[in-house]
């Protein structure tokens, strides 16, 4: 039946049709999983016992017709949602023994919704990474080639999604940890405009940045998680009112089409872009100049300062936000400390990784007196020119199209001694972040045998017309439907 | 000792008096176990997001306005960052460049009935830690949370005071406005409201202020006052003989009255303050300001001077009237409905409900007598319709069994005057028979007539004890 190559609308018609029960499905997936999942290191928890209660819940659902669209379907979640009774571990060994009392909102949305959790997916500690080797449990291999990294930090929800553990996984984007690993493996994935979903439950790395939306085959699985997860929550004051309350419509007419313009950033086409990725990407224009969508070039001019500002501020607030594990409440505790200090000391050199120690070291020093002004106070100003920059781009056109990372996927343990290559990799996704502004990135070919990835990027609470673009793309090309061969069987 | 001038400033950490924390929807109600009221977000659980409870703005306006302040119309939480066991996260939620109230000031009566004007920098909102008690027995500190999250208003004055006595009038002057208003419940056992003072010393007449010392966490007006005469005396002797005061953070040893080193702010902390990313800005519209103001009670200075200049109540009584608002309320009613006598009426509210409130420990909110009820009881007195004798009984009749007040004064009027004659009598009889409580009298123990007392009052109905008292002492010092 190949199941695994289904779509969730797919799935959702053979439990509908009774062709196949939410308990079977869930096995189905798990038992994938048990046989691929040791050359992937993708997943940290896989519950089976608390899946198959709620496949359970979902089959009882379908019997009544109480169900939703996903009521059944599989999903996986980062470790940095909190998941009831689930050991939550972040990538870190901070938290190897943490298990929350309490659902993140997100994840009670689709639990709500009749979804089962498969499990819990492998991640840059902390989301502090670009390939998913930062983790205290190990690096994760990129289905399309295991000595590559699947990217990061959502490193294992995009390699089980890519190999088709799970039909679908949710993510977490502070700088492009949604965008660059559904590049690397050429799936589909959706950071949401800051807001649009709320954080609470999300283990936080930088809060001003962070933002959670799915990881997917495609757009009309994005579309169809976002819905659910998406709109205003009491326990996030910083999510917001104006995300739309309807379900996304994918469809867009050919009249809707030519009224749209889409704008090329020449900075983002600069030498510093592999050639082969920009042909790559040029031959996708082509195909949307076929549809009917006009182009035009635009200026990003203060883009060379994205990284810099990008690290000073998603540093500043993670020094912060980390400084709860202390040993005290929760998460790893050193042995027999000697005194308070002792305790803070052992316990943070113990429970954190290098990268984490790095970015709360350097947070920390932007955040100190005398440095302040110098460094943390002219990141936001930055911060606040590469938004305007944006705003003044959506004046001339609707929406923009760039490179989700200057380069495929990179070998595992290339980049882990110089930290500005890696730094780099995200250059062309943080200025999203910065500005808070939606964005999905798409496949749209190869190099090398490896998925390259487009970035599509709208202006405020436009994800729907995104999703409608990136829809209307894979209407026409068959690149998301590309499944790893190693992984394209029962 | 003449030749030094002090300086002092005063950060005053006031509990906001509201029924959930500032950031979660836990309880602040004092006194519960250990953690039974920190939630996940109290904790600093990984994912929890803090929640701003919009009353602590109202609260925080209202103080403002009160103080003759500027309200911000955008103020800003910021983060504090240092570890301390009992902070759950690790950094203080508070505000810093841009607090929710600017400027402002109050005025305290100064020597000789002066008045002293006392500037306010700012005061912002913040949440307080929990507490660690540390256990010598155990070798080991344990964490209470119930406090962590609880609101505070941090009320930071100019160093405009210039000795302890002023501190300590500066205190009580915030302690009332901030009961009076019910921005907070200004409860000092329980630390509602507390506060740190900034010391120094300088020659008179020097401009450059003085090395200041800090003394954290007092707790009473009394040690306010004990704390900062040791602290001035303390520079004082240094600077005179000759060596430097260090600034310092000092706590108070209330059992040896004196302060000590707690520690250097050489080692202080680089708090890293920055704004805090999961908290949007406080933003206030005049109109908000506007509704707030015409909600406003008078301020009890400006009752004082009403109460003074149109009835002339004396101080003690002032003090009564205006100790809590709901006080103010009532007799401001009673004062406009009755025909009686003002300062009468103020006698005979401290000598009914008043007492009957005091003594049974309960809060004005809880009184059960109308001003127009009580106004209907004083006037009967007043056209002597029943004897003034009864007015504590009919109080409590009125109150606990809920009986009309018409029926209650009809019921006892028809009673008759006890008759003096019948009253002295009776003492005359007590005194024979309690020769020795009479020579204890006589031997200068003025307390046993209280023993009297009570033996006529389980005796006769309806009379005014004090009245029986005075009757007693006259028996007694004619013989």
């Known amino acids: 039946m190949d199941i695994y190559k289904k779509s969730i609308t797919e799935l959702s018609e053979l439990l509908n049709k009774k062709i196949l029960s939410s308990v079977e499905m869930a096995n189905y997936f798990i038992k994938r999983i048990n046989s691929f999942d040791s050359k992937l290191n993708s997943f940290i928890t896989v519950d089976e016992e608390h899946s198959k209660k709620q496949a359970l819940y979902a089959d009882s659902l379908i019997a009544k017709k109480q169900n939703t669209f996903l009521t059944g379907i599989p999903i996986a979640h980062k470790d940095l949602f909190s998941t009831k009774n689930i050991l939550t571990t972040c990538g870190s060994k901070m938290l190897e023994n943490y298990i929350p009392p309490f659902d993140a909102t997100i994840v009670c949305k689709l639990n709500n919704a009749g979804m089962v959790t498969i499990g819990k997916t492998n991640m840059d500690e902390f989301a502090m990474g670009s390939s998913s080797e930062s983790s205290y449990f190990g690096s994760v291999q990129n289905p399309w080639n295991i000595v590559k990294v699947p990217g990061g930090s959502s490193g294992g929800s995009a390699s089980a999604v890519a190999a088709r553990l799970t039909p679908v996984a949710t993510g977490s984007d502070t700088g492009g940890s949604i965008r660059q690993p559904a590049s690397f493996c050429g799936l589909t994935g959706l950071k949401p405009t800051y807001g649009s979903v709320s954080r609470y439950g999300m283990i936080a790395y930088a809060s001003s940045l962070d933002q959670c939306g799915p990881i997917a085959k495609n757009a009309e699985d994005c579309a169809l998680i976002f819905d659910e997860i998406k709109g205003y929550d009491h326990n996030d004051i910083t999510s917001n009112h104006e995300v739309k309350q309807e379900k996304i419509n994918l469809q867009i007419s050919k009249d809707e089409v030519k009224k749209i313009t889409i704008g090329i950033p020449k900075e983002y086409f600069s030498k510093d872009l592999d050639k082969n990725i920009s042909d790559v990407i040029f031959q996708a224009v082509e195909i949307f100049k076929k549809l009917g969508f006009k182009f035009q070039e635009i200026s990003l001019p203060q883009h060379n300062l994205t990284i810099p500002a990008y690290y000073i501020i998603a540093s500043a607030e993670a020094s912060s936000n980390l400084s709860r594990y202390d040993g005290i409440k929760f998460g790893h505790r050193c042995n027999n400390p000697k005194n308070l200090e002792d305790l803070y000391l052992r316990t943070r050199k113990e429970g954190f990784g290098r990268e984490v120690k790095k970015r709360i070291m350097i947070g920390a020093y932007a955040l100190s007196a005398g440095y302040y002004d110098e460094y943390y106070m002219r990141a936001l100003k930055i911060r606040r020119l590469i938004r305007d920059n944006f705003i003044s781009a959506f004046d001339k056109v609707d929406y923009i199209f760039a490179p989700t990372s200057p380069s495929t996927a990179f070998n595992i343990g290339e980049k882990t001694s110089n930290a500005l290559e890696m730094y780099l990799s995200d250059i062309y996704t943080t200025p999203v972040n910065l500005a808070g502004l939606p964005a999905a990135s798409i496949p749209v070919g190869f190099n090398d045998s490896l998925p390259v990835g487009m970035q599509i990027i709208g202006n405020y609470f436009s994800e729907e017309k995104i999703l409608q673009i990136a829809n209307i793309f894979q209407k026409e090309t068959d690149w998301h439907l590309k499944i790893p061969k190693e992984f394209d069987n029962e | ?479």
């Open chain 2, 1 to 479: 000792m003449s030749s030094w001038e002090t300086v002092i400033g005063l950060e005053i950490h006031c509990q906001l008096l509201t029924k959930s924390k500032i950031f979660s929807s836990s309880s602040t109600a004092y006194g519960k176990e250990p953690n039974e009221q920190a939630s996940y977000v109290d904790l600093g659980m990984p994912g929890t997001l803090p929640v701003l409870n919009q009353g602590v703005i109202k609260k925080a306006v209202q103080f403002g306005l009160a103080i003759n302040s500027k309200i911000s119309k955008k103020s800003i939480f910021a983060r504090k960052n240092y570890f301390y066991p009992d902070l759950p996260k690790n950094y203080q939620i508070s505000q810093l460049d841009h607090p929710i109230v600017q400027g402002g000031y109050i005025e305290i009566s100064g020597s000789e009935n002066s008045i002293k004007k006392i500037n306010i920098t700012r005061a912002h909102l913040e949440e307080d830690a929990g507490k660690s008690i540390h256990s010598s027995e155990n070798n080991c500190t344990f964490i209470d949370l119930n406090r962590a999250g609880t609101p505070l208003l941090e009320i930071v004055s100019e160093p405009e005071i210039s000795n302890a006595k002023e501190a300590v009038l500066y205190m009580k002057k915030i302690h009332n406005i901030v009961t009076y208003l019910k921005i907070s419940d200004g409860n000092m056992q329980e630390g509602s409201f507390r506060c740190d003072a900034n010391v120094s010393v300088r020659k008179m007449g020097e401009k450059k202020l003085g090395t200041r010392t800090e003394l954290k966490n007092i707790n009473s007006f009394k040690f306010v006052e004990k704390a900062i005469n040791y602290e001035i005396e303390r520079q004082i002797n240094l600077l005179e003989e000759g060596k430097k005061i260090i600034q310092e953070t000092r706590l108070y040893d209330e059992t040896k009255g004196v302060t000590k080193s707690m520690r250097s702010k050489e080692e202080a902390n680089d708090y890293r303050y920055f704004p805090d990313p999961d908290l949007l800005p406080i933003e206030i519209d005049e109109n908000y300001i506007i509704d707030i103001k015409k909600m406003m009670p008078d301020l009890p200075d400006k009752k004082e001077k009403e109460y003074k200049t149109n009835y002339e109540f004396n101080n003690e009584q002032i003090n009564i009237l205006l100790s809590d608002i709901e006080i103010t309320k009532f007799i401001d009613q009673v004062l406009k409905i009755s025909k009686v006598n003002a300062k009468k009426i103020v006698n005979y509210f401290i000598s009914s409900i008043y007492i009957k409130i005091n003594k049974e420990n309960l809060c004005f909110s809880q009184n059960m007598i109308s001003a127009e009820d009580f106004c209907t009881v004083i006037e009967s007195i007043e056209n002597k319709i029943v004897s003034k004798s009864y007015l504590k009984k009919i109080i409590d009749d009125i109150w606990s069994n809920k009986n009309p007040v018409k029926d209650v004064i009809v019921n006892l009027s028809s009673n008759h005057e006890i008759d003096d004659e019948k009253i002295n009598t009776l003492i005359k009889i007590t005194i024979q028979e309690n020769k020795k409580q009479v020579e204890e009298y006589k031997s200068g123990k003025t307390k046993i007539i209280g023993f009297f007392v009570g033996k006529i009052l389980k005796k006769v109905d309806g009379v005014d004890p004090s009245e029986i008292k005075n009757k007693i002492i006259k028996i007694l010092d004619s013989i």
